[in-house]
């Protein structure tokens, strides 16, 4: 997978909510086959339909209502403001379509400052390789620009997700009880 990373740069006079020299919000990233960019306002009905769809929330038992869904996504928007990163929208170059989210967010875990590496896809677009490829070129740029561990956390019952996190090089290190949902935790 070739990575065309030549718009990420760093702002020297801009200090993320971390105490981390914070990147510039414009980053993108391109894999073979995907742009990722960040999320802008002009995206919010597009990832509330994919955060409430039913079939993408299989593994949680309470999906997110739409008010719910856009109250996250505006704190997603304020992460790219306050940080400098967050989740990004994922675009299929060939076709330009708005196929998933994902990408990092910081958050504390256990009383410890993570990055949470996160992807949800329109059902249409499932089981090409998408999340894989995101994930990698997202957790990639991470290593090298943000000093925080990055982990997954998987519904136990979520499998392709659980074969995804395997497939990136992630290693399960703890179980629990997250957000209500039996989850396995992962680090690399």
Known sequence: ????????????????????RRPVTSTELRTERLLLRPL????????IA????????RYHPDPPTAEAAKAKFETWLADW???GF?????IETTTGEFIGVGGVQLRQFEGEKILNLYYRFRPEFWGRGYATEMASA?????ERELPYPIQITVSVENTPSLRIAE???????AESVYAGIPSRHFRR
């Not at 030549?6 to 981390?20: A, E, F, L, N, Q």
């Not at 967050?86 to 994922?90: F, I």
């Not at 497939?167 to 290190?173: E, H, I, P, V």
Request: charged share 25%.
């Open 1 to 20: 997978m070739q990575q065309d990373e030549r718009k990420i740069c760093h702002d020297s006079d801009s200090v993320g909510s971390g105490g981390y």
């Open 40 to 47: 802008v306002a002009a995206d919010r009905e597009t990832v």
């Open 50 to 57: 994919i955060q409430t769809d039913p079939r993408t929330n």
């Open 81 to 83: 403001a306050d940080d």
């Open 86 to 90: 967050g989740y990004v929208a994922v």
């Open 138 to 142: 997202v957790v990639a740029w991470a």
């Open 167 to 173: 497939k990136l090089g992630f290693t399960a290190y």
